[in-house]
């Protein structure tokens, strides 16, 4: 495995503009869709996390508070050149970790159809019927950690 460090990042921070560089590569612009002011500057009250290697943002995932317990897992991201390395599977693993820290109890997602398999390994569980989002299938998942 590469040697890969992970790290919360403060929302406006110089690597919070990288993280939505890479968040944007791989998830908004395969789907033709783009960041706007308005859709970032609700994420101040989230939790920013990066995973970084020789100081460049590989991975990126946004927190988002729901409840006092809840939260939900927003805009998972590893780099292409990263994909299929168990990157994926220790971020969240670290993920779930800041999200105990913060003494949350759950996580919720919106995973698309494609990931599913991925996050029933990590112990996350389908809740409800297939929905379309940004046009794409995905499922509501849940874990208690």
């Known amino acids: 495995m590469i040697d890969i460090s992970f790290a919360e990042i403060p929302f406006g921070s ?3 503009s990288e993280e939505i560089k890479l968040r944007d590569l791989v998830l908004r612009v395969p789907l033709g869709l783009e960041f706007y002011p308005e859709d970032l500057a609700t994420e101040y009250d989230s939790i920013h996390l990066i995973g970084s290697v020789a100081n460049s943002v590989i ?3 946004v927190l988002k508070p729901i409840t006092q317990t809840l939260v939900k897992m927003r805009q998972v991201a590893v780099h292409p050149d990263f994909q299929n390395q168990g990157i994926g599977g220790e971020f969240v693993r ?3 970790s800041v999200c105990k820290r913060y ?3 759950d996580i919720e997602l ?3 159809l494609l990931a599913c398999d991925f996050y029933e ?8 019927e297939q929905f379309e989002e ?3 299938p995905h499922y509501k998942m ?4």
Do not use: Q, W
């Not at 390994?121 to 409800?128: A, D, P, S």
């Not at 849940?142 to 950690?145: C, G, H, L, M, Q």
């Open 14 to 16: 110089p690597l919070y």
């Open 59 to 61: 991975a990126a995932m």
């Open 94 to 96: 670290y993920a779930e």
């Open 103 to 105: 003494n949350y109890t």
């Open 110 to 112: 919106h995973a698309r």
């Open 121 to 128: 390994r990590l112990g996350y569980r389908k809740v409800g």
């Open 134 to 136: 940004i046009n794409i």
């Open 142 to 145: 849940e874990k208690s950690i």
